[in-house]
């Protein structure tokens, strides 16, 4: 029996708008810098299992957000498990490609890149571009370029939720993660100018 995705519970806390912001940020601009038809961004809720749309542009994005679904299925549910990116030129010949859970959200891809958002040991969810242009997915320069980005939102996502457990942290000029932030902004900046 095949699962569709399905609208996350109501009763969730309402997310910070920093977050919010930081997630359609990374989105809009990996959108735009793989010239795809739409990109998203998949956090993992380890103790449900599941795969939640916390971001999106493009294709799905008026309501996709807060959709979720089995953290074991699908391109997005292998990158989330393996930590490990991939592309996919032709989706239709493709048997990690869960056509069910794509149909589900209304927008059925040809082709995807996907990176994991890893921070530390831990994997905190997936970065996706769907159908990115043919040049975008063609070299291996492209799915470093997508690497380091969604590794840079998984520095972010975590400075971001430590520092709102720990009101107290006003001064983070020595924080480590706020220089690690800042290295991989610098190696972004450098690859985007090769």
Do not use: K
């Amino acid at each position: 029996m095949a699962q569709t995705i399905v609208p996350a519970v109501s009763a969730a806390p309402r997310p910070d708008p920093a977050m919010v912001e930081l997630l359609q940020s990374v989105v809009d601009t990996a959108r735009a810098i793989f010239g795809a038809q739409a990109s998203s961004i998949l956090l993992l809720e380890a103790a449900a299992e599941e795969l939640v749309f916390e971001a999106v542009s493009g294709q799905g994005q008026e309501f996709l957000v807060g959709r979720r679904f089995p953290a074991g299925r699908g391109i997005a549910g292998w990158v989330a498990a393996s930590g490990e990116p991939m592309v996919v030129d032709d989706l239709h010949d493709s048997t990690s490609f869960d056509r069910d859970i794509a149909q589900s959200t209304g927008y059925v891809p040809n082709a995807l890149m996907a990176a994991p958002l890893v921070h530390g040991d831990r994997v905190l969810g997936v970065l996706e571009v769907l159908d990115p242009s043919p040049q975008a997915r063609s070299s291996l320069t492209e799915l470093d370029l997508l690497c380091l980005f969604a590794r840079q939102a998984a520095v972010a996502l975590n400075v971001l939720t430590t520092h709102a457990r720990r009101p107290e942290a006003q001064d983070t000029t020595d924080d480590p993660s706020r220089t690690e932030l800042l290295r991989l902004l610098s190696e972004a900046r450098r690859l985007l100018e090769e």
